[in-house]
């Protein structure tokens, strides 16, 4: 499975970004695909996953009421939409997926140790 993001950028405070991940491959190895971010100096931390077959959606604490991911089955395509972003969101986001769909349910508690396939990541910058 290949992943390859695109959609970060610099915002300001209260801004929106639109990441956008695209998937090609094996599709039966996405069963669970997520958003995952890494600043400077802190460990990387799981944002969002979805099961792509059932769509249930997972967030973590931090991000829930102002991210919102989904999937595209017909394009295999990953989304995640960030609203009202604060400094405190500003890392590398790196798109990841995995077959167990289990992993979806942990992502809040993730570090993403568990994914096999990774994206190289997009910036996002939050001042």
């Known amino acids: 499975v290949q992943l390859v993001e695109s959609g970060g950028g610099s915002v300001q405070a209260g801004g929106s970004l639109k990441l956008t991940c695209v998937a090609s491959?094996?599709?039966?190895?996405?069963?669970?695909m997520g958003w995952f971010r890494q600043a400077p100096g802190k460990e990387r931390e799981g944002v969002a996953a979805t099961r792509t077959v059932g769509g249930s959606l997972y967030y973590h604490a931090s991000v829930k009421d102002r991210f919102t991911i989904s999937h595209d089955n017909a394009k295999n395509t990953l989304y995640l939409q960030m609203n009202s972003l604060k400094p405190e969101d500003t890392a590398m986001y790196y798109c990841a997926a995995e077959t167990s769909t289990f992993l979806c349910a942990q992502i809040a508690t993730s570090t993403g140790a568990e994914f096999k396939y990774w994206g190289r990541g997009t910036q996002v910058t939050v001042s």
């Open positions: 491959g094996d599709e039966g190895s996405s069963a669970c």
